[in-house]
């Protein structure tokens, strides 16, 4: 159904949108059988390994500006070269002037273009989630900007061929904006040659090298074949950036596609205020990021697909940990959960405790409170991360573990211990510190912690 409305579309025979709010993939079940096909086909780089690459990246981007003035003084050097001066003499002086800019020769101001190029296409793929054949299809002044309740979101425009969607946009960060704009200045000159050479061939006729060429007019990744002069999209992009990583010393056997699948893990973990990595980069994104890409029209549906598969995986992992384990948990909610984990009678209705965990992860919604899972439907509440930071404690929708929230709950405590002993914060501030400091000492009693201990600490 998807392919006929896709075929038939601007046809005197064009059906309506099937399911416009959904695709075939997560309707048919096979989002959620696959979910263990996919992670083994594309591994996913751990925290470490994507920090590494994606770190190196930004550093190479933050040498744009001096390899930009250190061009502009080479061309300076040529534009001003004396009438009739030797091609020797010439290259001497640009030899010296790339020396002065801490280069050994030209040919590494040409080499540091190109990791420049590399290291704006990493940036891109991690923090955007395109594959590499959107990446390259990018082109000048292709993406905007909007603001969504005092926040402001950009989006990049892509040519999405896999899935037949054509154009698309991808939200992004302002990191992503700025190895955009970086990758816009390094194309400036081919942009420039290959409009030369778009209108030269209008001009002739030639029909069928002019439909060539103005499928790459105002790429971000042209390349000049060295044979014929050729500027073209840059066909070797994935080779590049195996190398770009390889360089770095890092045993990873890097694929392009890796970076889009750590993308959907990442874009999931911020439903549950739980960030695998770039904290920084996310940090003005306190709309939930699955929200933003389920909501947006023109996002790629199959990258939302992958989306779904991370957030449902997620969620099943989380469950599985407060019903397959033994782990000690607090909350509101926590006494049912390790109740259900103990009762085999529910384990034997559905079979085996995996199908249990199964069942319940998909009726039970999971979002992070900052110091709590919560599994409420109403976010308004306050608790976590509003004015009640520990009214999660009590919730009978909160669920709390040792990791991520046990440290968040002793720095609480120390504060509440703080706040107990000033003297002219007035009663209604003493009795609320008090209340606090219990919610606290339960949570932390609950999860296994000598709190005698810790209170004993020195501040």
């Not at 959907?264 to 990595?277: E, F, I, K, P």
């Not at 000492?441 to 609950?446: A, E, G, W």
């Amino acid at each position: 159904m998807e392919s006929l409305f896709s075929l038939l579309k601007g046809t005197s025979f064009e059906v309506p949108e099937p399911w416009p709010e959904t695709s075939a993939y997560a309707l048919s079940g096979v989002a959620k059988e696959r979910g263990a096909i996919l992670a083994g086909k594309t591994i996913l780089m751990t925290e470490d390994v994507v920090t590494k690459i994606f770190q190196a990246a930004v550093s190479v981007m933050d040498g744009a500006d001096n390899l930009f003035t250190v061009e502009a003084k080479l061309t300076n050097v040529v534009r001003t070269a004396p009438e009739g001066v030797t091609r020797k003499a010439l290259e001497k002086r640009l030899a010296q002037v790339s020396r002065n800019a801490g280069f050994k020769r030209k040919r590494e101001v040409n080499e540091a273009r190109s990791r420049l190029r590399d290291a704006c296409a990493i940036v891109i793929l991690i923090t955007v989630g395109m594959r590499i054949s959107e990446l390259v299809s990018i082109k000048a002044g292709g993406y905007r900007h909007e603001s969504r309740e005092d926040i402001t979101l950009y989006f990049i425009e892509a040519h999405v061929a896999k899935t037949g969607d054509g154009l698309s946009e991808f939200v992004a960060p302002e990191i992503a904006i700025r190895a955009f704009r970086v990758l816009e200045q390094l194309s400036v000159d081919l942009r420039a040659r290959h409009m030369e050479l778009l209108d030269a061939t209008r001009i002739s006729g030639d029909s069928h090298k002019y439909a060539e060429l103005i499928a790459h007019e105002q790429g971000l990744f042209l390349a000049k074949s060295n044979k014929n002069g050729t500027i073209s999209t840059h066909t070797g992009m994935n080779v590049r950036l195996k190398a770009f990583v390889a360089g770095l010393g890092i045993d990873w056997d890097f694929n392009s596609h890796q970076a889009r699948r750590t993308f959907a893990v990442n874009v999931a973990r911020s439903s549950r205020g739980d960030l695998m990595l770039l904290k920084e980069h996310f940090k003005h994104w306190s709309l939930d990021m699955t929200v933003l890409y389920a909501a947006h029209e023109s996002a790629d549906e199959e990258l939302w697909d992958c989306v779904y598969d991370a957030v449902s995986n997620l969620r099943v992992e989380t469950i599985g940990r407060w019903l397959g384990g033994n782990a000690l948990l607090a909350g509101g909610l926590a006494h049912r959960m390790m109740t259900l984990r103990a009762n085999d009678e529910d384990v034997k209705v559905y079979g085996s405790r995996e199908k249990l965990i199964e069942v319940v992860s998909e009726t039970v919604n999971i979002r992070s409170t900052g110091v709590a899972w919560c599994t409420a439907a109403d976010i308004n509440c306050g608790g976590g991360y509003g004015m009640e930071r520990t009214r999660c404690a009590d919730c009978s929708s909160s669920v709390i573990e040792a990791s991520p929230h046990q440290a968040k709950w002793e720095a609480m405590l120390i504060q509440q211990l703080e706040l107990k002993e000033l003297s002219d914060i007035g009663v209604a501030a003493k009795e609320r510190a008090e209340r606090d400091y219990q919610h606290c000492r339960q949570v932390l009693t609950d999860l296994g912690c000598d709190v005698d201990a810790l209170e004993a600490e020195p501040i």
